[in-house]
């Protein structure tokens, strides 16, 4: 792998950053606070700094990347939910390059369903800029429909869409062992960065880990519990008045989640295409994300009022909103490289063996009268 100096140099920033920060806490921080140093320092953490992240020239490629396919099949789901709402508004979470509201917006023009407004809350002020460059260039006449916000609305009316974000949310890990609970953190020694075990830093934790327990039998194994993410679905909850939240991410039920075949948990890194399970180097240079376990996020969203609507595997919600037909709308029915490509794209996404399987999509909704009849199709929630 190359890291050219002028990264190392930032690294090395980012570094000392965190070295003061675990001085400031006595010699140990969570995991869960180096991950978010990590990933969301200001001008150095992987997101908010200036590094090509997605794509074939990034370090890995995301569903909307991969195919307009994907976020077009999205936006008929999208559809399903405008249909039964007076008014009508979109908002995405942690956008990325901005390719899938630039793609699910031109569907809906092409679909006359255009919303009000597409509101976008992203974290990174970096990716907020190449967004804006990218929707002012790819779709001019839209553009003034998009509006970015620090913030959730006190109130809203609409759909909201969340593509492998929770996943980069911080999480934290725990460690078994010796019949004891403790949970990982990062301390320094001799200049270089190690775990440590330490104490459960949140109260809820504790209460996770009498239920982690029940699904494992090993005398020593690693599990997270993304706290964050969970946090994130209330807040949702708390401001959604009538409509849907899409929540599509790589991840498992509580059982397949916690199941003892995962017992190093499942965090992992990805730097250049190259995925491997070592948080501790090249901290800002590369992504550090772990599954998302849905079962919490559901049980979150029903407490706090929301229905959960959905529960399907990628493959099976995008073959329900139409991605096969969409695809042959599209095609001329010649061989060409664009045809023989797009099929290449809907195998990443919906073959089991790619993306079909281990990416889930869980869809909460408050208010609406009628039934979703798209997410019936292989419906999981019964694993829930
Ligand atoms: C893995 S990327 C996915 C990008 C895009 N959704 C896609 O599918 O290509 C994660 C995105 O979420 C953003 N993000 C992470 N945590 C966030 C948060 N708490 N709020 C808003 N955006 C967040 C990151 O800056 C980044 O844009």
Redesign the pocket.
């Known amino acids: 792998m190359n890291i050219d100096p002028i990264a190392q140099a930032h690294s090395d920033r980012l570094f000392a950053v965190i070295q003061q920060r675990i001085a400031d806490a006595g010699g140990k921080i969570p995991f869960a606070d180096y991950m978010q140093l990590c990933?969301?320092t200001p001008g150095l953490g992987y997101?908010s700094a200036g590094s090509q992240?997605?794509g074939k020239h990034g370090d890995y490629t995301?569903?909307?990347?991969i195919s307009p396919l994907f976020s077009q099949t999205l936006a008929r789901h999208i559809q399903d939910i405008r249909q039964q709402l007076s008014e009508f508004n979109l908002l995405?979470?942690?956008?990325?390059?901005g390719?899938?509201a630039a793609d699910i917006l031109l569907q809906l023009e092409r679909d006359k369903a255009l919303p009000d407004h597409y509101y976008i809350?992203?974290?990174?002020a970096d990716?907020q800029y190449r967004q804006r460059e990218y929707l002012s260039s790819t779709i001019p006449n839209l553009f003034e429909k998009v509006i970015w916000l620090d913030q959730l609305p006190a109130q809203f009316v609409g759909v909201i869409v969340?593509?492998?974000?929770c996943?980069?949310?911080p999480l934290h890990r725990l460690h078994f062992s010796q019949d004891a609970w403790q949970e990982c953190h990062i301390t320094i020694n001799n200049g270089v960065l190690e775990w440590v075990d330490g104490p459960l830093s949140n109260a809820s934790l504790k209460q996770r880990t009498e239920l982690i327990s029940q699904h494992h039998d090993q005398t020593e194994f690693f599990a997270e519990v993304n706290l964050?993410a969970e946090g994130?679905v209330a807040s949702l909850a708390d401001c959604l008045q009538q409509g849907a939240i899409f929540i599509i991410d790589y991840g498992h039920d509580r059982a397949s989640y916690y199941h003892p075949e995962r017992s190093q948990g499942t965090l992992m890194c990805y730097v250049q295409h190259h995925g491997h399970d070592n948080p501790l180097i090249l901290p800002g240079l590369q992504?550090i994300?772990s599954h998302v376990e849905f079962t919490a996020l559901a049980e979150m969203a029903l407490s706090c009022g929301l229905d959960v609507e959905g529960f399907q595997t990628q493959a099976d919600f995008l073959l329900a909103g139409g991605i096969i037909e969409l695809l042959a709308a599209q095609s001329s029915g010649d061989v060409t490289l664009d045809s023989f490509s797009q099929t290449t794209a809907i195998k990443r996404l919906t073959l089991p063996s790619e993306m079909g399987e281990s990416f889930k999509a869980l869809t909460l909704t408050k208010g609406l009268p009628e039934l979703l009849p798209r997410l019936r199709l292989a419906d999981r929630r019964y694993s829930l």
């Open positions: 990933l969301h997101y992240k997605f995301t569903a909307p990347e995405e979470f942690g956008a990325g390059s390719k899938m809350i992203e974290a990174s990716l969340a593509n492998e974000v996943d980069a949310m964050a994130w992504d994300t």
